[in-house]
Nanobody, 127 residues
Framework: QVQLVESGGALVQVGGSLRLSCEASGRSAGNYAMGWFRRVPGKERNFVATISRDAGRTYIADSVKGRFTISRDNAKSTVYLQMDSVKAEDTAVYYC????????????????????WGQGTQVTVFS
């Protein structure tokens, strides 16, 4: 069992920056690749970014590529989403998720693959 707790959601102005954090706890949390997804009310959950458990590989959604960066600190069992040059369309609830991958370089951009989810943190971008 892995527990995930997101933090860092806030109100931010268009063009600004924000860093989300997700702390993982529980048995073998370090064996999991991590991902960030987001959901706007009434719409589907969308993939944002994922990182392998060894932090050697990442994959970023085209909609945020060049603006968002995912990273992790395994010593702190924490994954981060650095959001720069935010846009109004980035407004959403952001969820952290964990997926087991036997290969240290594995990850996933498919929500259905993920085993554990956090409760979400709200990001609101205003102009």
């Amino acid at each position: 069992q892995v527990q995930l707790v997101e933090s860092g959601g806030a109100l931010v102005q268009v063009g600004g920056s924000l860093r989300l954090s997700c702390e993982a706890s529980g048995r073998s949390a370090g064996n999991y690749a991590m991902g960030w997804f987001r959901r706007v009310p009434g719409k589907e959950r969308n993939f944002v970014a994922t990182i392998s458990r060894d932090a050697g590989r990442t994959y970023i959604a085209d909609s945020v590529k060049g603006r968002f960066t995912i990273s992790r600190d395994n010593a702190k069992s924490t994954v981060y989403l650095q959001m720069d040059s935010v846009k109004a369309e980035d407004t959403a609830v952001y969820y952290c998720a964990a997926v087991f991958r036997a290969w240290s370089g594995g990850y996933s951009y498919t929500a259905d693959d993920y085993n554990y989810w956090g409760q979400g943190t709200q990001v609101t971008v205003f102009s």
